[in-house]
């Protein structure tokens, strides 16, 4: 199965700032199209996130991944956001398990940074796809715990510079 992280990073490698907060990414004057977000959802049928990322979302108040099964990682009870297909997991393997006895073929890891570097821990990851906007944030959540992007073994990895930004497609092996 193909499991891509799918996030946004500033130049200086953070998703958000220290508490969470992502408006950054609403300053950046870019095409989301050009960003290829509808064309990446289209090519998923299931996601995966940190609780972190799922109280993001709630706290956000809809749902915006419509119907596609959800697994998140958590120890803890959570409220389920409605329209949400959700399922809970304590560990990576517990993900990875769910979505292959549904027959998934592509998980987005939407985030966070501890979860990916769990799945990067077990080997997998198979590919990175990030959205490198030009703002340095200087502090904040990274796109890794524990990892750094230049040291993760890389079979094939595409660069191209967009408008405004850059997209770096990484196939790890």
Same mark, same amino acid.
């Given at each position: ?6 996030? !946004?990073?500033?130049?200086?490698? *953070?998703?958000?700032?220290? /508490?969470?907060?992502?408006? #950054? ?9 050009? $960003? =290829?977000?509808? $064309? ?6 299931? @996601? !995966?996130? =940190?609780?972190? &990322?799922?109280? *993001? ?5 809809? #749902? ?16 389920? @956001?409605?329209?949400?297909?959700? +399922?809970?997991? +304590? ?15 592509? @998980? #987005? ?19 990175? &796809? ?6 340095? @944030? ?5 796109? *890794? &715990? /524990? ?27």
């Amino acid at each position: 199965m193909k499991v891509t992280y799918y996030a !946004a990073t500033s130049l200086d490698g *953070f998703i958000a700032r220290e /508490d969470g907060d992502v408006s #950054w990414l609403d300053e950046m004057d870019i095409d989301m199209a050009e $960003a =290829g977000c509808e $064309a990446f959802f289209a090519s998923i049928d299931g @996601l !995966a996130m =940190g609780r972190h &990322s799922y109280d *993001f979302v709630f706290n956000y108040g809809s #749902w915006p991944y419509e119907d596609k099964p959800t697994w998140v990682c958590t120890s803890r009870e959570l409220e389920i @956001l409605k329209g949400a297909n959700l +399922k809970i997991a +304590k560990t990576v393997d517990e993900i990875i398990a769910g979505a292959e006895s549904s027959g998934l073929k592509h @998980l #987005w890891l939407v985030g966070g940074g501890k979860l990916a570097s769990s799945f990067i821990d077990k080997g997998l990851l198979t590919h990175l &796809s990030i959205t490198e906007m030009p703002i340095k @944030l200087e502090s904040g959540i990274p796109l *890794f &715990s /524990d990892h750094r992007i230049e040291d993760l073994p890389a079979k094939e990895t595409e660069i191209l510079q967009k408008k405004g930004f850059r997209q770096i497609e990484i196939a790890l092996g």
